[in-house]
């Protein structure tokens, strides 16, 4: 695994570090955005002082924070892979690059000593799960992972009430960011209550600090909504999202290949308006990773 020494630097004297996926960025955002929105989500950190890690697996080496050339092939070369946990040997025996999701981030975060994490939306239960059993791997990975998560919730293309019911399974501590709801990513709210909300970051380092001291090493999940004026227009949103999944049903489409298809099919039956969306809630989530990671580098 190779840290970058402005991140390994930062982690050995406390300071706060956020680090970032990277499959948002080859398989969640249409090139050539996505390779400005990796840079401007990175620059969100660092204007925070904060200092950014992107992660990816880069000639089969797992990189912690990726330099310019790298972010830039993450980006746009097409033959980068889709890594989850389980892919990462395979990866890195075969000397292949790949992009990380929530799982395999989390994972190798955690592992170089990161305590925060912002994403756009986590992978969750998919519908019709009960006859695909198609679950993301980032659940139960972050079952068994210390690190925070900061999210806008699962995507309305998943199962949310199934979603949650296996984070209370999986003990995945859930906090609502200034909010009792469940976010659905580009809808403010699913209408899922939660059972607990934290006002500010300080009361999320708060929540770490107990999880560490009860010595369990399962994610704390934030999930924080867009503000109902940015959310995406309902109607635009639900119509989109039943043509979507109807042809995913239509062309049997399966597996990994759901999520990004879905996620592109989205952005063009928007016209790009979720896109727009999609690039303002992880800008949000990273402010929120931004000021936890600070709150707690406070207390260290
Ligand atoms: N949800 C999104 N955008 C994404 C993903 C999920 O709104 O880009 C990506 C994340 O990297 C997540 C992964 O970890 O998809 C989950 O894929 P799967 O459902 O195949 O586990
Ligand atoms: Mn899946």
């Known amino acids: 695994m190779k840290i970058a020494s402005e991140v390994a630097e930062a982690l050995s ?5 956020v680090a970032l996926e990277s499959t948002i960025i080859s398989h969640g955002l249409p090139r050539p955005r996505n390779l400005d929105a990796a840079r401007d989500f990175e620059a969100i950190l660092r204007e925070r002082d904060v200092v ?20 830039e092939r993450i980006a746009l070369d097409e033959s980068v892979a889709k890594v989850s946990v389980r892919d990462l040997p395979v990866a890195m025996a075969t000397g292949r690059s790949g992009a990380t999701t929530v799982a395999s981030t989390a994972y190798l975060a955690a592992k170089a000593g990161i305590r925060v994490f912002s994403t756009g939306g986590l992978g969750g239960v998919h519908r019709g799960a009960e006859r695909t059993f198609d679950e993301s791997a980032d659940l139960p990975v972050l079952a068994r992972t210390p ?14 009430p199934a979603t949650l019911e296996r984070l209370e399974t999986l003990s995945i501590t859930v906090l609502g960011y200034r909010t009792d709801e469940f976010p659905s990513f580009w809808l403010t709210s699913s209408g899922e209550q939660l059972d607990w909300s934290v006002p500010d970051a300080a009361t999320v380092a708060g929540v770490m600090a107990a999880n560490d001291e009860l010595g369990r090493d399962g994610a704390v999940l934030v999930a924080n909504p867009l503000p109902l004026a940015d959310q995406l227009d309902p109607q635009v949103h639900d119509s989109a999202l039943a043509q979507a999944l109807g042809e995913v049903e239509r062309d049997g489409i399966s597996g990994k290949d759901v999520s990004p298809y879905l996620l592109a099919r989205i952005v063009e039956l928007t016209q790009g308006s979720s896109l727009e969306v999609n690039l ?12 936890i990671a600070t709150a707690w580098s406070a207390r260290r």
Request: glycine residues 8%; charged residues 15%.
């Open 13 to 17: 004297q406390h300071r706060p570090v």
């Open 52 to 71: 950014p890690a992107t992660i990816a697996v880069v000639d089969g080496e797992p990189h912690i924070g990726l330099d310019a050339s790298a972010l």
């Open 147 to 160: 690190i925070t998560v900061v999210s806008a919730g699962v995507k309305s293309i998943l199962d949310i």
């Open 280 to 291: 303002e809630i992880a800008a949000n989530n990273i402010r929120v990773g931004a000021q």
